[in-house]
């Protein structure tokens, strides 16, 4: 196993890149399966590749399996078989230990939000800042900034328990961008906010992409879908197809005027 990987020196230590992976290319599956221990499997032969700046929609009915599609991406999962490349690094089968180098680099907003329940809103968006080493100060003007922007400025204070599902479904956005990642993985992340707001989120993950970000977002909302001119994998009894936009609809709601910068979003 030990020559599966590249042990070049033990602290910049990554799974092995495979010959051909493309750079570009920041999640691959190659003819990936995959069945949990209990239950059939939920999809084989399953083959897409998100390049590097992209944008797309994951559909598909509910048991889809776009969680497991998610899971597989922030290697929470392992594929039963098949190839699975992160940032052109193997994933399918590299130590756990190896892994947690590559997930910094990811923002996952889940579809369970797993807030930090003794934390603040405040807190736990700041919490990939403080992992980083970002300097208090610029945390203390960031994070508000971005917090009031998904419309929680009067919240700052608050535990997630005395939060509405939407409240901290907006507080889990904020955590996972607020460091800008170089790939952005959501679960549902409007699937407790009204219409209004889900323009606004779909906005900010917008700005978030134009700025390098890859982005892949799960949704039921067909809706939403239609209202955004991006690619979309769909899956369906296993199977997964790639549908390119539709001519754009018109998007009503708010810009965000000065966008994300330097990890944060300004307000409009
Ligand atoms: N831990 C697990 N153990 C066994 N089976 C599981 C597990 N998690 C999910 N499944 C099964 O895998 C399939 C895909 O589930 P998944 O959660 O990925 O679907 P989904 O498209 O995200 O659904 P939803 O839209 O309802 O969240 C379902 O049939 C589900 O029952």
Known sequence: MADDWEIADESAR???RPPGAEDTAVVRFERVGLRYDVGPEVFRDMSFTLPAGSFHFLTGGSGAGKSTVLGLCYLSLRPTRGLVTLFGHDVSRAPTR???RLRRRLGVVFQDFRLIEHLSAMDNVALPLRVAGVPEPDIRRHVPELLAWV???DHLEARPSTLSGGQKQRVAIARAVI???DLLLADEPTGNVDDRIAMRLLHLFEELNKLGTT????THNEQLVRRFAHPCLQLNHGALTLRQPEPPQPRPGPRPAGGLQGGRMDRP
């Open 98 to 100: 190896l892994l947690p």
């Open 179 to 181: 460091n800008r990642p």
């Open 14 to 16: 990554l799974p092995h």
């Open 151 to 153: 419309g929680l400025a």
């Open 215 to 218: 982005v892949l977002i799960a």
